[in-house]
């Protein structure tokens, strides 16, 4: 039995392998912000969030749409969802309460254990049949209609009665009966539990009238090692009982929590919807394109950190860049170019992990990787250490490369002087745009962008952070020729506007 | 096609050897050369074979040593020397159930553990057989041995034994029973057919099932013993099929000496090749080489490649260190290496390589090197610079002198000697005359011999004499190459080096703000 909420055909793996350059991920697009928004303080929703959006990039067009679909459903009836998710936050709770017993790990004690277990579970198991019962109606997405399918074929009444026998015959009323043959040394082997015989003829009076020969002997009450060893024996004969048992436990408990954390998933996504509505922010599901087309085409599109952490709506981009395979942002500093990349990563790991986007609409296509090469902050220095630094990580990233991955670089081979950092970029963007690498640019490098806008090439895209006239910046990014400064000189005179007075006389 | 005696023994040509001269006690130099870290090193977990006096006792006839390299080379073959360890362990395996059954008290117990010894005997045997007819042989001993073995498992003694284990032991495979425990009481009878319960709860929770899961079958003690409680089922299960365990009792009164002595014999001494093999593999596996060398009885002109120390070899090797290789060789008249340089340069290194070679050689083993021809020695002597022997009221000197003396006393032309610091606590001038007077005594006697000395003046001493040089690495002189290499002594450029890196050469001091 599988929930296959987050998949049509397999499980969502909590373990699976992230992509290698996550944590490069996690800090330049800010997404603890992203994360600890979906999980409210809750460690569990924070690691299912965590994987789901790292990992979306290697999930499929198909299965972003059916996760798309069942997020719908959970948008709809939230409330339904978030009973079934602490329904079996509860079971997995309990079960981890039930006591293993003070005289350490013996089968008798295991399969005790995992008898009361069991009749726990069991109750679980006969809600979420009732909730399918009563709800499966109500949802429209393949995902939970199957979910709900599954529950009332597998989980019907004789099933349910086959498990209370077993749990009623396991306290051995009429004895516990074990076969064997003789292993090494003529000691007993194999042992193997037989099913207790309840109220069929006793096997003395069976057979073709004759009685087969039975022999008898029996422990005397004061033979303590004989208790002891007929206790060993009798746990020879659970051991393999016990183990399945045991087992089978573990495997229901195994299903809870892979629906829990299938759930925890949309939980999280519910909650940041609910945050996102609160602030007025638009949300929209996106459209995603195949992996071997170039779309970008969005309105409204915020980065949705930012507004998370400002607590409100913030400034938002429209962009139609449909077979665009490179996009140069220059412009004014502190105009919104960094944020306006991060809100393209933010959207693009959103839309691939089945989430809504923060945009008023967004299309992309899918992509297989996304790699980000940023400016490492801490050690700005002008020095040769530095741009090695910066092209150790290029090179991690084009050994990492995927036929349709999307790179955004911010501020990268400034490390340098303008015209070598240009030619260095020069020579590393145009061989990439040539392999169909999606590129985002964000650069003061003018020299290179004039360059590739000089070229009047049909796949770029050249788009600036706006400056009105009077020196006011948007934060809104528009297309644009690139110009020679970045209006730092704005900035100098705004910071320097008294001094420069003072000077002037 | 060679001809083939009656199989008395892998180890000796003729068995008459192996009684009279295998000692368990270690020769006197074993110490010195290292070579007891070599042998515990080969004979280590075989101690039930007791190996020793077979390393321990150097063969003195040239075919001797040739009909063990015919037998180790027949064990280079990978398929024959895995045959052959499969036939150890379960020799082992057999002489291990057959100490079980020895140790146990119930009967049946017992029983069950000989006849389990006899089948893996039997198994064991055949094997064995079978095996060495499809090999190929080329060895006195192996091809021997094949024909014994043939002939053995063919008589009639070993296939009755066979046939009347098997039986056996499929009858006791046979036996299926069921025990109810109730309470107190506990009943015995044949199984008749209930099926496997657990196998019943696993398929109705089958459905959740998703990946491997945790093991929670619990570890029960597995004791060899039985305790009462076992036993009385066993006695019931013994009523319960009477044939089959009144015809264990008379199969084990009556095959109580089934074990046949050339085979035991064979499976001792076999050990000595498989043990050098597996230490010799050990060295292989790091690139170094074991050749089979051209023994000589009358040739004195010894050479070696890539030869080196196994026991220092060991224990690089275990730090993953690289091994230092040396070469040797005397041609002509020469027949004393002198062995000179800078001390930690692994001149005694050398000197106990050297020693190691012959011995090892003596023994009929492959030795160190890649290629090599020693001399198979009646004797072998080795002074080394001992502490002090409070006891006898020597000084020093006087017993490095006394201790020579009877070294020579004994030493015929057919001995090598190897002498390590000798006359160390004594003035230079001694030294140098002691040392001359000693060299032209073992000269005399036309002795093989390797001298480790700090006294360059034996170096070039007549024209028996080779001087060896310990080597520092050219560009800097305080790293030690431990290359020994046949050239003359050069003390002096050697300390010149030394003080030209700390800058105290005449022309360093002279210089502008050199010092002087």
């Known amino acids: ?505 | 096609m060679m001809q083939i005696g009656p199989f008395r023994s892998i180890l000796f040509k003729n068995v008459e050897d192996s009684a009279r001269t295998t000692t368990s006690e270690a020769p006197i130099f074993f110490v010195d050369l290292n070579l007891d870290q070599v042998i515990d090193a080969i004979t280590a977990g075989k101690q039930e074979y007791d190996l020793r006096p077979f390393y321990h006792t150097p063969l003195h006839e040239l075919d001797a040593v040739a009909y063990r390299h015919e037998v180790m080379r027949d064990l280079e073959d990978k398929a024959l020397y895995e045959m052959i360890a499969s036939f150890g362990r379960k020799m082992r395996d057999m002489r291990e159930r057959l100490a079980q059954a020895d140790k146990l008290h119930y009967k049946y117990q017992k029983e069950s553990w000989f006849l389990s010894a006899v089948e893996v005997y039997c198994d064991c045997v055949s094997r064995l057989a079978e095996d060495l007819s499809q090999a190929d042989l080329k060895s006195r001993g192996f091809l021997a041995l094949r024909a014994f073995v043939a002939d053995y498992v063919a008589s009639a003694r070993f296939t009755t034994l066979v046939a009347e284990t098997q039986k056996l032991k499929a009858d006791l495979a046979t036996v299926r029973y069921c025990i109810l425990i109730k309470g107190n009481a506990v009943s015995v009878r044949k199984h008749a057919g209930e099926s496997d319960y657990s196998a019943d709860v696993e398929r109705t929770f089958a459905k959740f099932k998703q990946g491997a899961a945790r093991d929670y079958t619990v570890r029960l003690p597995m004791w060899l013993e039985m305790n009462h409680v076992e036993a009385q089922v066993l006695d019931m299960v013994a009523r319960l099929y009477p044939d089959i365990f009144a015809r264990l009792d008379e199969y084990c009164a009556r095959h109580h000496n089934y074990l046949d002595e050339t085979i035991g014999v064979f499976d001792r001494e076999v050990q000595f090749y498989v043990a050098y093999l597996e230490y010799a593999a050990l060295f292989k596996r790091a690139g170094l080489n074991f050749c089979y060398p051209q023994v000589t009885a009358d040739d004195k002109a010894v050479y070696d490649d890539d030869g080196y120390d196994l026991a220092l070899a060991r224990k690089l090797i275990g730090e993953q260190k690289p091994v230092i290789r040396n070469d040797f060789y005397l041609q002509g008249q020469e027949r004393i290496i002198v062995v000179s340089g800078p001390n930690q340069g692994g001149k005694t290194t050398f000197a106990r390589a050297f020693g190691q070679l012959h011995y090892l050689a003596s023994l009929g083993c492959p030795v160190p090197g890649r290629e090599a021809r020693l001399y198979l020695f009646d004797q072998f002597f080795t002074h080394f610079e001992q502490a002090e022997n409070l006891q006898n009221l020597h000084g020093k000197l006087e017993d490095d002198l006394v201790r020579i003396h009877e070294i020579l006393a004994q030493a015929t032309p057919h001995s090598i000697i190897i002498m390590n610091e000798i006359f160390t606590s004594t003035t230079l001038q001694d030294a140098i005359s002691l040392g001359k007077k000693v060299m032209e005594q073992i000269s005399a006697r036309d002795l093989l011999c390797v001298c480790v000395t700090f006294l360059d003046e034996l170096a070039a001493l007549d024209e028996k004499t080779v001087s060896m040089v310990s080597t520092v690495a050219p560009d800097d002189p305080t790293v030690r190459t431990f290359k020994i290499v046949r050239r003359p002594p050069d003390g002096l450029s050697y300390a010149l080096s030394i003080a030209e890196k700390h800058g105290l050469t005449y022309r360093q001091l002279r210089e502008p703000g050199g010092g002087a």
């Open chain 1, 1 to 505: 039995m599988n929930a296959f909420l987050m998949y049509r055909d397999r499980d969502f793996d909590l373990k699976r392998k992230l992509p290698w350059n996550a944590p490069a991920l996690t800090q330049d697009l800010g997404l603890e912000t992203l994360f600890n928004a979906m999980a409210r303080d809750d460690k569990f929703l924070l690691e299912v969030a965590r994987v789901a959006v790292l990992s979306g990039v290697n999930d499929d067009l198909a299965t972003v749409l059916y996760r798309q679909a069942v997020l719908k459903d959970c948008l709809r009836h939230a409330d339904l969802v978030k009973s079934m998710y602490d329904l079996t936050v509860e079971t997995i709770d309990s079960e981890r309460k039930i006591f293993w017993g003070i005289f350490g790990r013996h089968p008798d004690t295991i399969l005790h254990r995992a008898v009361d277990v069991l009749e726990m579970f069991v109750g679980t198991l006969t809600k979420l049949r009732k909730f399918a019962d009563q709800y499966a109606d109500d949802f429209a997405s393949e995902g939970f209609k199957a979910f709900f399918a599954m529950l009332k074929r597998e989980l019907d009444d004789a099933y349910f009665a086959a498990i209370q026998t077993h749990l009623r015959e396991l306290q051995f009323r009429s004895g516990i009966l074990i076969s064997a043959e003789l292993g090494e040394g003529n000691k007993g082997a194999h042992y193997m539990l037989c099913r207790p015989e309840g109220k069929k003829p006793h096997w003395l009076k069976l057979a073709f009238g004759a009685k087969p020969p039975v022999y008898t002997f029996y422990i005397a009450d004061r033979d303590e090692s004989g208790a002891r060893a007929l206790s060993e024996l009798k746990e020879r004969g659970l051991n393999q009982v016990a183990n399945a048992l045991a087992q089978s436990a573990d495997h229901i408990l195994g299903f809870f929590t892979m629906l829990r954390t299938e759930l925890a998933f949309y939980i999280g996504c519910t909650n940041l919807h609910e945050q996102l509505r609160q602030m007025g922010a638009p949300v929209a599901f996106p459209l995603p394109a195949a992996l071997n087309e170039r779309k970008l085409s969005c309105a409204e599109l915020y980065d949705v950190g930012l507004a998370l952490i400002v607590g409100r709506r913030v400034v938002g981009n429209a962009v139609a860049a449909d077979d665009r395979t490179l996009a140069i942002i220059t412009g004014a500093n502190q105009g919104g170019k960094s944020t306006f990349l991060r809100s393209i990563g933010l959207a693009q790991l959103m839309m691939q992990c089945g989430m809504f986007a923060p945009a008023e609409s967004f299309s992309a296509n899918m992509c297989d990787a996304l790699l980000t090469h940023y400016r490492r902050e801490e050690d700005a220095n002008m020095n040769s250490g530095k741009l090695d630094e910066e092209l150790g990580r290029m090179r991690a990233i084009v050994d990492h490369l995927t036929p349709n991955a999307l790179l955004l670089l911010n501020e990268s081979f400034a490390a340098t002087n303008e015209r070598e950092g240009s030619e260095i970029a020069r020579q590393i963007v145009s061989a990439l745009v040539e392999r169909g690498i999606k590129i985002f640019f964000v650069t003061h490098l003018y020299t290179l962008a004039r360059g590739f806008y000089d070229q009047r090439r049909a796949h770029a895209i050249f788009l600036a952070a706006e400056r009105r006239a009077d020196g006011e910046r948007t934060f809104r990014i528009i297309e644009g020729e690139p110009r020679q400064t970045s209006y730092g000189e704005d900035l100098y005179a705004r910071i320097f506007a008294h001094d420069a007075d003072g000077n002037g006389r």
